[in-house]
């Protein structure tokens, strides 16, 4: 089955500096690549995404990038706020039958 | 995207005692449930896939027995933690997989399930 690996598991940045989180996976026939924003108590909240027929997606301050060759793909966020301080999952899916989390970042803004 | 809610939202329970949690999908009839566990500071941990009118397929180390799970209609999935034990205390989540939304899934708001 899939294998995904979330690095790294803390990340703390100053306000207005970029974050990065990567992934990688295992499954070359993995094909979809969203990431979760979750906050304490709360049901995760899909922020981006990203499918296997491209490599790069922006949404405002958050990108996505996938090389599909290495099997990795990156969260980027830049002019970090307070307010993006939570745990980030990234998944991957092939089907959508069966979703494989990475073991989360959890990342802190310092104003 | 679906709306999907959970009830209770949190429930505390004697060791020994069963609980229900439901999931439903308000606006979407959905024919495909997963059920997920989440520790704290833990990523979630998919159970088993709730399929309408069919079994529920567990994942590995998952007891069904313990753990059952009903699918009854299209809106509605059931987990049943039968005689809980303070190692099921969890934060249980379930989401809707909706086709319409190419591969995307909704999740509900949790359960926060704290077992005495």
């Known amino acids: 089955g899939e294998n995904v690996e979330q690095h790294p598991s803390t990340l703390s940045v100053q306000e207005g500096d970029s974050a990065v989180i990567k992934c990688t996976y295992s499954?070359?026939?993995?094909?979809?690549f969203p990431w979760y924003k979750q906050e304490l108590g709360k049901r995760p909240q899909l922020i981006i995404d990203?499918?296997?027929?491209?490599g790069e997606k922006k949404d405002q301050r958050i990108a996505v990038t996938l090389n599909k060759t290495a099997k990795h793909f990156s969260l980027h966020i830049t002019e970090t706020q307070p307010e993006d301080s939570a745990v980030y999952f990234c998944a991957a899916t092939n089907t959508g039958n069966q979703f494989y989390f990475g073991t989360g970042t959890s990342l802190t803004v310092i104003p | 995207g679906a709306v999907v809610s959970q009830h209770p939202s949190w429930v505390i329970c004697k060791s020994g005692t069963s609980v229900k949690i439901e999931c439903r999908s308000l606006d979407f009839q959905a024919t495909t449930m997963f059920w997920y566990r989440q520790f704290p500071k833990q990523s979630l941990m998919l159970m088993a896939t709730?399929?309408?009118?069919?079994?529920?397929?567990?994942e590995q180390g998952v007891e069904k027995d313990k753990f059952l799970i009903n699918h009854a209609s299209l809106t509605l999935s059931t987990l049943t933690v039968t005689s809980a034990h303070p190692e099921d205390s969890s934060f249980y989540i379930c989401?809707?997989?909706?086709?319409?939304?190419?591969?995307?899934?909704?999740f509900g708001p949790g359960t926060r399930l704290t077992v005495l």
């Open positions: 989401s809707v997989y909706t086709l319409a939304e190419y591969n995307e899934q909704f």
């Open positions: 990203i499918r296997s027929n491209v």
């Open positions: 499954d070359s026939a993995s094909n979809y």
């Open positions: 709730s399929n309408e009118g069919s079994k529920a397929t567990y």
